[in-house]
């Protein structure tokens, strides 16, 4: 079966501009996790959604949001970037929200520049 | 504040070798610790130790959870070249809406 797929691979944008981030979950997943990679921070947990509601949010500003869909795809969004969103974005999914393995997509690279 | 810390941060060995990776954590609620090993962008899940699972296998890889000490260990014996990596260690903290809590990860380069 298909696995997680996230879109684009990799992306460029401009400082103060704005990005959306889409995320498929292997089918029957209902649960969507958004992370972000860099290399001084490591991986940290954006949100979290489950049948259309956030379930869980970390430590981000509100410049990031995401939403899902009743297919349980995916969007993030951060609006008015900065250099330091500058990243590896990762999105895992989940058969259920709560104590279960994640899979992994391959990420979104996003550039600010 | 939870948080989660692996040792070493990196490491270099020779094929054949044995590599022990250590992961410790301080969070509430412990949940569940997993493992994953980063290639080059999708980790990819190895374990999941619960209260009730603390020790998993899986060929050369093996890993025991310590719930005393708050910690966990990732053995890789007779190391390949194809296990270089990023080893992640997360922590699953709360209740149900409990979240991963991600270590800095551990570098494994294994020279031939």
């Known amino acids: 079966k298909a696995g997680v797929t996230q879109t684009p691979r990799y992306l460029i944008k401009t400082r103060g501009q704005q990005v959306t981030l889409s995320c498929s979950p292997i089918?029957?997943?209902?649960?969507v996790s958004w992370y972000q990679q860099t290399p001084g921070q490591g991986l940290q947990f954006l949100f979290e959604?489950?049948?259309?509601?956030?379930?869980n949010k970390g430590n981000f500003p509100g410049r990031f949001s995401g939403r899902q869909f009743s297919n349980s795809r995916s969007e993030m969004n951060v609006s008015t970037l900065e250099l330091g969103d500058s990243a590896l974005y990762l999105c895992?999914?989940?058969?259920?929200?709560?104590?279960?393995?994640?899979?992994f997509g391959s990420g979104t690279r996003l550039t600010v520049v | 504040e939870d948080k989660v810390v692996q040792s070493p941060l990196s490491l270099v060995v020779h094929e054949g070798d044995t590599v022990t990776l250590n992961c410790s954590y301080e969070?509430?609620?412990?949940?569940?610790l997993l493992w994953y090993k980063q290639e080059k962008k999708a980790p990819t899940f190895l374990f999941m130790l619960?209260?009730?699972?603390i020790e998993k296998k899986s060929g050369r890889l093996s890993s025991i959870l310590d719930k005393k000490e708050l910690s966990s260990i990732l053995n890789i014996t007779a190391t390949q070249t194809g296990d270089s990596a990023i080893y992640l260690c997360?922590?699953?903290?709360?209740?149900?809406?409990?979240?991963?809590?991600f270590g800095k990860g551990t570098k494994l380069s294994v020279k031939p």
């Open positions: 895992a999914s989940s058969l259920y929200a709560g104590n279960y393995g994640y899979t």
């Open positions: 089918s029957g997943h209902r649960s």
């Open positions: 959604y489950f049948s259309e509601t956030q379930r």
């Open positions: 969070v509430t609620n412990f949940r569940s």
């Open positions: 619960t209260s009730s699972g």
């Open positions: 997360a922590v699953r903290n709360g209740g149900s809406q409990g979240n991963l809590i």
